[in-house]
């Protein structure tokens, strides 16, 4: 985790090496909430998506929705 005064990143690596950067503000709450959330739709989506290839960027519209649809319910 790096935080300043304008924002906070937060990096989560999997087991696969696969990481995420999260910028949020620096006053928001419960950020291992959304980075374990954000790995669980990625696990459901992504890794078991038969034609995602490790390595590869993640293009996959299912996980897209879901995320969305998560984050804005968060608002």
Known sequence: MLET???RLT???TLTG???LLFTDPLM???DTVMRKIY???ADYVMKNPF???EMPIRCDAF???LGTWLRGRT
């Open 18 to 20: 696969t990481k995420f």
């Open 52 to 54: 995602y290839q490790l």
């Open 5 to 7: 005064d304008k924002f």
């Open 11 to 13: 990096c989560f690596q």
């Open 29 to 31: 709450q419960n950020v």
């Open 40 to 42: 669980e739709l990625y």
């Open 64 to 66: 897209d929705r879901h």
